[in-house]
């Protein structure tokens, strides 16, 4: 029996009503009052053309230059889906092309080494066929490109002869104004400065993964074949369409399809080029060779671009009404003096960057499900709605998540070994974001946390405690209780990967809850309160089917 209307959770209501409409619009309002009388914290803060009133926060590098490009980059999207539409979705010349010229615009005449990244690796996939080594270069290969990445190596136009030579001067006395001018620019058609001083290396760890989909899908499907004695040179894959997203990835398709084309057009696919969401290349190709995707199409796409713009437009105050990205470049929270101030900027930091990436690849999803091509969709869970980090993962960075599954995770044993698997995963993880001291942290103590709720799980499920288990009430409360202690886990763990860092994260933490115990206890008491009542409403969710572990 479901207990929304019971007085327990009315109870629960009011603790988490009083919290998201008291406690954190009063926590904003007071920490945008202290930035704008901190010249450091100030200086980050713009001028807004919006709210002319209020200064926007704009000191996440990342979404400013996103920001900036969006009006381009939605016009860009629209002349690609309708020059797509009216030169027809099933042919792959036309998506190649399209593509092609975006990535040339976004890199300039870098673009030839990222396409002599894709020529060599799908040499190297014809090149080992169905031997069993094929994964592991495959793999060696993908790595290669993580560390030309890291190590921002500068390469030789010399390859191409006199011509390259000539690039090569070209680009040498143009480099000293590359920090001059920004890889978004629209002064980018001006001419050759730009040209040459667009970042390509930070395109490599996607495409790092794509190459990988790429050359394993092509592994597999040999390897199905050899392993159903159908001789390789007149075999087909049979498969039927299918409208279900899982069996596209999974299917094996057409050995003929898994040419030189395709792969650029999958590698080059411009509207998940610059931050995915990430898709297979079976299902990818799919989408060209079988029938566009019917999953979200008519007023379910009109919906879902509706919600991307409230997302939007609710950042965009967020940012007008509290300053966190300020607040956390200018270190401003170590003067904050209240704990309970310190936990409301903690929340509101991670609600921020949740709505940051939600807007960023949401809108690469829809151009792409516009365009006929279905992606798993990222974020599939509210940040506020995750107590374990298992679930928080397979919700935040959701194509992400299972590329990880399909191509390290399960080639690696899968469950049979997760104690062990789990730390290579996110050692992988850590390094594929960026060679950081705080990414390296976040991606250990995600794999810490993750191998103590397993072994926690494990405990639960074990006799000593069957007789908890058999009490519904008391198993609820149990488990609620393991959950707010959990979140804590999540806030600190993803603060010091993708806000503050270790140093940072470690003062707040000192701040919040160490120094004056007093205050301190106060703040932890009545946010374990929160975290509980909150942790409550997660469970019954889950109960009544209205939100799912594991989404994704």
Known sequence: MARWYTVEFVLWYLIILKVYCRKLPDAAAELAEMCNQDRRCSSYLHHSYFWPKYPIDLSDIQWREYRKVLPLLSLA?????????????????????????????????HTIFVIAACFGSYALAKVCGVSRWAPFVAWAYGLLMIAIKLSEVRISFGFLGPFGYWLNGLQSHVAWKTSLVSQWNLVGFCGLILWFSKDWHQSLSLLCLRLISFNMDYYWTLKELKDTKVDDAQAKVTSMPSSLYKTREQQSRDLEEYNITNCLAYCFYSPLWLAGPTTTFNAFTSHIRDRSQEAVVGWKLLLYATRLLFCFVLLEVMLHSCPVWAIGRSSLYLKVQRPDLLASYAMMMLIAMWLKFLIIWRFARLWALCDGIEVVENMQRCVCNNYCITSFWRGWHVSFNRWLVRYLYVPLGGRKYRLVNVWLVFGFVALWHDAELKLLAWGMLNALFMVGESLAACVWRSKVFSTVRALPETSRWVRAAAGASYVYVLFFVNLTGYALGVGGTASLAQHAFLEDWAPCLETLVCTAIFLFAAVQVMLELRECGLCVDGAG
């Open 77 to 109: 999207a629209a002349a690609h889906i309708l020059a797509r539409a009216a030169l027809g979705r099933r042919r792959i010349w036309p998506c190649l092309m399209l593509s092609g010229a975006f990535v040339l615009y976004v890199h300039g005449a």
